[in-house]
């Protein structure tokens, strides 16, 4: 198997929400990065403090996984699996320009945090999160 010399818009996704560090710091920044990656309708996004921890949460577990470190961070792996547990996505028929899964939530910001999961959903499956290690 040989390095994709590009990664997948997924994995790009991913790497970006990965290396969001300081910019994810309050819910301005959520709504900034669900919007700058079209993970959201335009419009007035209402984001609560609650929106925001599960998007730092979501965002600390894959981090925990990517980073290569003899020992993960069970704790922060475990809270963004609880985050990925509570969102509900489902299997299109045929794949499109979002890939094979969909969120199939009604809050936009559980829409978008669902199409961040499809994403790592979609890396993992095709074994490209090992190129994203950090």
Same mark, same amino acid.
Do not use: C
């Given at each position: 198997m040989t390095t994709p010399t590009k990664h997948s818009q $997924? $994995? *790009?996704l991913i790497a970006d929400? #990965?290396?969001t560090d300081g910019r994810l710091t309050d819910r301005a920044d959520l709504a900034r990065f669900l919007r700058g990656h079209r993970l959201v309708a335009e419009g007035a996004i209402p984001i609560t403090l $609650?929106?925001?921890d *599960? $998007?730092?949460a979501l965002r600390d577990g894959i981090r925990a996984v990517l980073e290569d470190r003899p020992e993960p961070d069970h704790e922060a792996m475990a809270r963004g699996q609880k985050v990925l547990d509570g969102l509900r996505v489902t #299997?299109?028929?045929r794949p499109t320009g *979002?890939?094979?899964l969909a969120p199939a939530v009604v809050d936009e910001v559980r829409r978008g945090l669902a199409r961040v999961a499809g994403a790592w959903a979609s890396v993992l499956a095709?074994? *490209?999160w090992r190129h994203l290690r950090r």
């Open positions: $997924a $994995a *790009e929400f #990965v290396s $609650a929106d925001l *599960e $998007a730092i #299997v299109r028929l *979002e890939g094979l095709t074994g *490209e």
